[in-house]
T-cell receptor, first 116, second 118 residues
Framework: AQSVSQHNHHVILSEAASLELGCNYS??????LFWYVQYPGQHLQLLLKYFSGDPLVKGIKGFEAEFIKSKFSFNLRKPSVQWSDTAEYFC??????????????FGKGTKLSVIP | GAVVSQHPSWVICKSGTSVKIECRSLDFQATTMFWYRQFPKQSLMLMATSNEGSKATYEQGVEKDKFLINHASLTLSTLTVTSAHPEDSSFYIC??????????????FGPGTRLTVL
């Protein structure tokens, strides 16, 4: 079975600092990759996703992620964080993608705290 | 985006009682829904896949007689925690997938239900 690793449990940054959250997955075949965000008191929302094509994908609120197949990684980045980015971030994998295969495997999440 | 609601948002019950949690897709139909359990500082653990008109599929280690799932319509799935015990206290989240050309596009998540069993 596939697994997803997020190595950073809690990241604390000052506003305007750059962010990179690591995500590695274990599955040798085709994968679809997702990052979800959970703001305090809110439900999980899609931040961005990668299915195919350009390995650098852009999402909402200035976030981007890069798929590196050789490293089984899908790291999330933002050049300059804001206090409003304080949230929990989850990496997820859909593998193998296909008809009727709608399950997601989640990483443990990374809590981001941005200090004003 | 699509909206998924859950009811109740929080519930406190006595040990030994049963609790029902509803998950509704408000503006789209979902033949499949997922139920997750989230422990503090941990990931979302998939409990089961709810299938409209057929039996739910449970993940390994999840007691199907303990966590009863009914997917009665294309917009409603319910999770009933039977004979709840304090160890069942957790945050339960449902989701409904959207697909495009037969492939998962994303999952839409409910806001979650906080269950506390005394």
């Amino acid at each position: 079975a596939q697994s997803v690793s997020q190595h950073n449990h809690h990241v604390i940054l000052s506003e305007a600092a750059s962010l990179e959250l690591g995500c590695n997955y274990s599955y040798g075949g085709t994968v679809n990759l997702f990052w979800y965000v959970q703001y305090p008191g809110q439900h999980l929302q899609l931040l961005l996703k990668y299915f195919s094509g350009d390995p650098l994908v852009k999402g909402i609120k200035g976030f981007e992620a890069e798929f590196i197949k050789s490293k089984f990684s899908f790291n999330l980045r933002k050049p300059s964080v804001q206090w409003s980015d304080t949230a929990e971030y989850f990496c997820a994998v859909n593998a193998p993608p296909g008809a009727g295969s709608y399950q997601l495997t989640f990483g443990k999440g990374t809590k981001l705290s941005v200090i004003p | 985006g699509a909206v998924v609601s859950q009811h109740p948002s929080w519930v406190i019950c006595k040990s030994g009682t049963s609790v029902k949690i509803e998950c509704r897709s408000l503006d789209f139909q979902a033949t499949t829904m997922f139920w997750y359990r989230q422990f503090p500082k941990q990931s979302l653990m998939l409990m089961a896949t709810s299938n409209e008109g057929s039996k739910a599929t449970y993940e390994q280690g999840v007691e199907k007689d303990k966590f009863l799932i009914n997917h009665a319509s294309l917009t409603l799935s319910t999770l009933t925690v039977t004979s709840a015990h304090p160890e069942d206290s957790s945050f339960y989240i449902c989701s409904a997938p959207s697909e495009h050309a037969g492939v998962l596009d994303t999952q839409y998540f409910g806001p979650g239900t906080r269950l506390t069993v005394l």
